[in-house]
């Protein structure tokens, strides 16, 4: 079977989130169950910067406006189709936004652009070339491809199959009804069985209408987004579609994410040589300059955002201190909550420090050598945090939400007494309920053989793609089937 994915990013070539983890790692997973995907993604600097004999596959004189080549090349094991186009992609900044961090104003036309060739290339596009290729079904990500199924749909062409995945529903490409002459579709395009949204042009909800599936990226979070208050204004197109709709969780890379080979740590380990994890506990209090104690040390590793709830952690830093933890903090986002923290971190010095930054490396040291990982989202599609941290024996403190919910075990005394325990889950999620989940982690903290065995229950944990990758390729084969039914 034959797959043409769709993402605006994939690592490791580009990546701000989990989209990219997945667009990375998913394709590598499939080939055991006998899929072939080919990725299209943007020409971005950094990527253009990184390929190397790239062979070119098909040009747009004309893509909305800009000339476009589609490159394809190889790299670490992915077949990559690159578009690079100079106009769209060949700026200073991140993918959507510029070196201020605000969003590019061309977004809606730089992503129209690719779902567009993704459409044409989908179509037959590559099949006139050298290559001959086609694709049997198209696998669309996010809002930045969403518009590669209305491509499909408004084009003369015979339509494929197509699955498109959210990772993340509050981000849709919502624009206004303006942008919609220069999309090149025709003109009853823009109704509400279409790419019409509340008088707007909304990608992703055009995605979510013309696709012939929709998945999310954990089963708890397909039930969750069925519901006004994760719908985010969905909600009603998704529980009409409620019998396309899927829940699949993510995996990791289980050879990148590997405590016993990671060259990012201090010391390595397996669950049976745990105690070597105290060293990469001593080098995380070093790079964050916290005190050397037998007290728990907790950390995040993630975007500073209402969303990940990182203004009610905000407020229960003093209370974790109280305990006698101490907390090493990785991330950055909104200003407010980054002043928030490092006024936790001068009020606390050597018990709280905070790095406003993006730190691959550092991240796996903080997984592999700190006790805890808190992550108390309001809403978390899947979340991957959570999975290195079973994988790394660092245990989970997380809000019962989304693929949080379906990926760890709660310590309640059921799960302790049965030895199935991998985490401290809370709710509702509020300062005060997870101040009450940090009091129990700090508890099961003091009793050494119940944490170890919560550890050793975790890094035995099968966060790995492959289950996923099967359910992926099994509804890849059911959308085939009902093209041929």
Known sequence: MQVLSVASEVYPLVKTGGLADVAGALPLALKGHGVSVKTLMPGYPAVMGTIRNATLRMSFE?????????????HQGLDLLILDSPTFFDRPGGPYADAAGKDHVDNWRRFAALSKAGAVIAQ??????????????????????????????????????SLITIHNIAFQGRFGADIFPYLELPPHALD?????YFGGVGYLKAGLQTSSAISTVSPSYAEEILTPEFGMGLEGLLAYRAADLHGIVNGIDPDIWNPATDRAVQSNYTAATLKARAENKQAVAERFRLDQDEGPLFCVVSRLTWQKGMDILAEAVDDLVALGARLAVLGSGDKVLEDAFHAAATRHPGRVSVLSAYDEPLSH????????????????????????????????????TGGLNDTVIDANPAALAART?????????????????????????SEPKVWTQMQKQGMKSDVSWEKSAGLYAGLFQNLLARKGS
């Open 124 to 161: 037959g596009g590559m099949a006139e070339g050298k290559t001959g290729w086609e694709p049997d079904i198209v696998h669309l990500h996010d809002w930045q491809s969403a518009m590669v199924s209305a491509y499909m749909r408004y084009a003369a062409e015979p339509e494929i199959p």
């Open 192 to 196: 509400i069985d279409g790419i019409e």
């Open 62 to 74: 004309s893509l909305l406006g800009a000339k476009a080549d589609v490159l394809e090349v190889e």
């Open 421 to 445: 325990a991998t985490g401290v889950s809370f709710g509702p999620v509020t300062a005060e309920s997870l101040r009450r989940a940090l009091r129990r982690a700090v508890r099961l903290y």
């Open 365 to 400: 040291l903080m997984q592999a050598g700190c006790d805890a990982i808190i992550i108390p989202s309001r809403f978390e599609p899947c979340g991957l945090t959570q999975l290195y941290g079973l994988r790394y024996g660092c245990i989970p403190v997380v809000a019962r």
